[in-house]
């Protein structure tokens, strides 16, 4: 059939476009077929921008490699390859039919084939199986996913228990391209998304994280994470999650601060607020944080991104008791600073923003600080420190713990504008050297 005004190759980018063409005559010349396919489609068919592009084909891995000069093969037993022409990476992938998901996520049996048809079978959901030609603009569609666009409906291929089965994930995928593009699951596939929970006992945490990284970055996450509460995946997702939400007020309180941050969503924010352990006022409980860390700890975070979250949560319960301007100036000054300068600041304060938002608190200390902060220049972040070791050195303080010591108390009482001077320096160097060492045990003595 012919595209709908939306579904023409034209519509996408023109790097995009001049590079599926080339790839489409390629192939064409060589005997073969060619269609965009996927998401590509999906975002022309809903009037959103198209970023990347897969393709399907006939042609066999090893006669794509014969036809194209660069290539790489990311899941040649799977029939994918990268082409690469006029600077832009393609994915090429052969038609394949597909059986016996074991491991809820890779088939046991591929073949390579022929037919469109068949290959449209075994994708996920409808809006995810439209074929086009873009020498033409021929649409086939053997799932009715334009239709099913147009009525703003999100369906899955076939049997959605048979999908769901063979990966896990495409529940999670569900609840993200519902939200992300406004669509209601179509009755049989939300009902199967219910049944089919023990699917994603095999999922990977490193997939669930990727997945909700994504579900982050979408324009509406709280309608996704909601989404997979209400069908019951949150709790298989991460197996702790139901000893931090009790009841429906806990889950509340997440959506309305998940849905007071601006996508896209750091994966460290959205984590904090999926995980943060709170009480019945919405505030820090320290009786949860183990439960808490637990579930981080599910999802296989790096090191980085573990410290991320938690630093959040620290920062935030500083940020929430914080005193007031004229106050930290004289005596909180210098954590204040060392909030402002760490890298983690700008993730704590849309956090900790987004979390009083939702409580109907109000936002007036973060705000105070936020605005005070950015008057601040990079000598008031970073001063240069007063002293150097060998100034250590000459008031006798011997190398080692006592050093590192020394220059953290050194630079609190600088930021705290105690010390101001490297006179004053001086002689707080020599009252505290005396009362570290004895005189004997002097370094150079």
């Known amino acids: 059939m012919e595209a ?40 022309l068919a809903l009037c959103m921008p198209a970023t990347d592009l897969d393709m399907a084909t006939d042609a066999t ?52 084939g022929h037919s469109l048809e068949a290959d449209a079978k075994r994708r ?42 063979e990966d896990g994930l495409r529940i999670v995928r569900m ?52 989404m997979l509460c209400e069908v019951g995946a949150m709790a298989r997702l991460l197996p702790d999650w139901l000893d931090c939400n009790p009841d429906k007020s806990f889950e ?29 006022q919405g505030e820090w409980d320290a009786s949860k944080e183990e439960v808490a860390e637990k579930i981080l700890e599910g999802l296989r975070l790096s090191k980085a991104e573990f410290e991320s979250v938690r630093t959040i949560w620290e920062y935030s319960q500083r940020l929430n008791r914080l005193p007031s301007l004229e106050q930290w100036a004289a005596g909180d000054r210098a954590e204040c600073i060392r909030m402002l300068r760490n890298r983690n600041w700008g993730n704590a304060r849309k956090f900790t923003s987004a979390w009083l938002t939702g409580l109907g608190k109000q936002l007036a200390r973060i705000q105070e600080l936020t ?34 010591i020394a220059t953290r108390e050194l630079e609190q009482l600088q930021l705290d504008r105690v010390l101001d001077s490297r006179e004053a320096a001086l002689e707080w160097l020599r009252r505290r050297s005396e009362e570290w060492i004895a005189p004997e045990d002097r370094a150079g003595d």
């Open 61 to 112: 891995p090893a006669e794509i490699e014969t036809i194209f000069k660069h290539t790489k093969a990311v899941g040649r037993a799977f029939g994918t390859v990268l082409v690469r022409v006029l600077g832009v990476e393609l994915e090429l992938t052969t038609f394949r039919e597909e059986r016996g998901y074991s491991d809820h996520r890779h088939p046991t049996q591929v073949e390579f």
């Open 175 to 226: 609840a993200r391209f519902s939200a992300a593009y406004g669509l209601e699951v179509e009755a049989e596939t939300l009902a199967a998304s219910r049944s089919e929970l023990g699917s994603l006992a095999g999922v990977s945490p490193e997939r669930v994280r990727a997945e909700l990284h994504k579900i982050f970055c979408s324009p509406k996450p709280a309608w996704a994470c909601r």
């Open 371 to 404: 605005e005070w902060g950015a008057g601040l220049g990079q000598e008031d972040l970073f001063p240069g420190p007063f002293l150097a070791s060998d100034d250590f050195l000459r008031a006798g303080l011997p190398r080692g713990p006592l050093w590192g």
């Open 4 to 43: 709908n005004s939306g579904l023409r190759a034209q519509n996408l980018p023109k790097d995009l476009f001049l590079a599926t063409t080339t790839v489409a005559q390629s192939l064409v010349d060589h005997g073969h077929v060619a269609y965009i396919v996927g998401g590509a489609l999906r975002n």
């Open 252 to 280: 509340l309180r997440r959506w309305n601060a998940m849905a007071e941050l601006k996508a896209p969503v750091p994966l460290g924010v959205g984590l904090a607020v999926l995980a943060f352990p709170q009480n019945d």
């Open 124 to 165: 996920d959901f409808t809006c995810n199986a439209l074929y086009l030609n873009p020498l033409n603009n021929e649409l086939h569609d053997p799932t009715q996913g334009a239709q099913d666009l147009e009525q703003r409906l999100l369906r899955c291929v076939g049997v959605a228990a048979e999908r769901f089965r």
